[in-house]
Nanobody, 121 residues
């Protein structure tokens, strides 16, 4: 019914940049908050950045000044521009979106499959 598909992950040298994309599709009436989370080996999944439908953003302290989240409502897509990447940014990055489906009175969180980001020095 609904799907989130991430793209843009890969292998990058420290100091480099990547841009992740996540496109939503399916039985969607409205998309509220969208965001990015990451999970490194042996660690819990953690919030990276979120953005509301109105454009308000929130970032983890570890990525402030380096990462920028944005969205294109017409394309139902959220982006994460990652600059000045560090080895500690290495993780699987997951897209999350609060989706209001047709016929539903409440939004539910949905997850993408994740995309690997590996930063080497």
């Amino acid at each position: 019914q609904v799907q989130l598909v991430e793209s843009g992950g890969g292998l990058v040298q420290a100091g480099g940049s990547l841009r992740l994309s996540c496109a939503a599709s399916g039985n969607i009436f409205n998309i509220n908050r969208m965001g990015w989370y990451r999970q490194a080996p042996g660690k819990q999944r953690a919030l990276v950045a979120t953005i509301t439908s109105g454009g308000s953003t929130n970032y983890a302290d570890s990525v402030k000044g380096r990462f920028t989240i944005s969205r294109d409502n017409a394309k139902k897509t959220v982006y994460l521009q990652m600059n000045s990447l560090k080895p500690e940014d290495t993780a699987v990055y997951y897209c999350n979106a609060d989706l209001l489906r047709y016929g539903s009175l409440y939004s539910q969180g949905h997850w993408g499959q994740g995309t690997q980001v590996t930063v080497y020095s």
